[in-house]
C-alpha cells in the first residue's frame, strides 16, 4: 500500500507456539526503527509469546519509551518470503483510532527486502550478502 511520503504494507504476524493466533494489519515502514513494533494493547491477540527481554527504545520523536520483546514470531509481509522474528510491544496511543504499528529493518533484511525510496515501495533483494 503506498500513501504520500509514506511506505505501509500489509503485514501477518503469527505466534510460533499457537499458528492460529495471529493479527493482520498495515504496518508503517520505518527503517529508523530496529523491530516489529506492535501496541501492547494487541498482544494478547498472539497467545503466550515468550518475553525475551524489556528494553528501552527511542522514539522517532527523541523521547525514550520501554517495551517489551517478545519471540519468537511469524511474520510475512505481502508478496515477501516470511520470517521468524522478535516483536516489540510498547505503549502507544492511537491515532484517529487507529494504532500505527511499525515494520523495522531487521525483519525488512530477513524477508530480503529493501526500501526503494523514489518510487516509495518495498522490492525483493536479488542477492543476500555472505561477506
Known amino acids: 500500500m503506498r500513501t504520500i511520503g509514506r511506505i505501509t504494507a500489509a503485514v501477518q504476524i503469527a505466534s510460533e507456539r499457537d499458528p492460529e493466533k495471529r493479527i493482520r494489519c498495515d504496518a508503517l515502514v520505518d527503517t529508523g526503527a530496529s523491530h516489529v513494533v506492535l501496541p501492547t494493547a494487541w498482544r494478547d491477540r498472539l497467545g503466550e509469546l515468550r518475553e525475551l527481554a524489556t528494553l528501552d527504545f527511542e522514539t522517532a520523536i527523541g523521547t525514550s519509551i520501554q517495551g517489551v520483546v517478545c519471540g ?53 533483494v536479488k542477492h543476500l550478502d555472505l561477506k
Not at 525488512?108 to 516509495?120: H, K, W
Open 72 to 124: 519468537p514470531a511469524l511474520v510475512e509481509i505481502e508478496g515477501f518470503r516470511p520470517a521468524f522474528t522478535e516483536v516489540a510491544f510498547v505503549d502507544m496511543e492511537p491515532q484517529d483510532g487507529e494504532y500505527e504499528p511499525l515494520i523495522g529493518y531487521v525483519v525488512l533484511e530477513q524477508c530480503g527486502i529493501a526500501v526503494d525510496m523514489l518510487g516509495r515501495r518495498l522490492v525483493q
